[in-house]
């Protein structure tokens, strides 16, 4: 049974840091590009940030680069989502997700993933 499940969402003020987690059990995590997702309330799921196979890339949306984080780690099948400096834009609901599409320049589109977890709440206050 293939799981994902998010971690670390919570009420934090802007600029404040926050990493989140997501576990994985029920398919080869090494195969999977491994992403983050957001939607916040009224608005469609964007693509945050998604990390290769191996780990080796990484690809973030222009509104988080610089200040988010994406890693995995292999030995322990999770991945994780570190958030700098975080704004009130930032506040959604996190959403990981796997993908087993090999073509890495469609990793930003929701519709490549086949796995996606339960989402956790990241609520930024100004």
């Known amino acids: 049974q293939v799981q994902l499940v998010e971690s670390g969402g919570r009420l934090v003020q802007a600029g404040d840091s926050l990493i989140l987690s997501c576990a994985t059990s029920g398919f080869t995590f090494s195969r999977y590009v491994m992403a983050w997702f957001r939607q916040a309330p009224g608005k469609e799921r964007q693509f945050v940030a998604a990390v290769s196979w191996g780990g080796d890339k990484t690809r973030y949306a222009d509104s988080v680069k610089g200040r988010f984080t994406i890693s995995r780690d292999s030995a322990k099948n999770t991945v994780s989502l570190r958030m700098n400096s975080l704004k009130v834009e930032d506040t959604a609901v996190y959403y990981c997700?796997?993908?087993?599409?090999?073509?890495?320049?469609?990793?930003?589109?929701?519709?490549?993933?086949?796995?996606w977890g339960q989402g956790t709440q990241v609520f930024v206050s100004s």
């Open positions: 997700a796997a993908s087993y599409e090999s073509n890495w320049s469609a990793m930003g589109i929701s519709g490549v993933y086949s796995h």
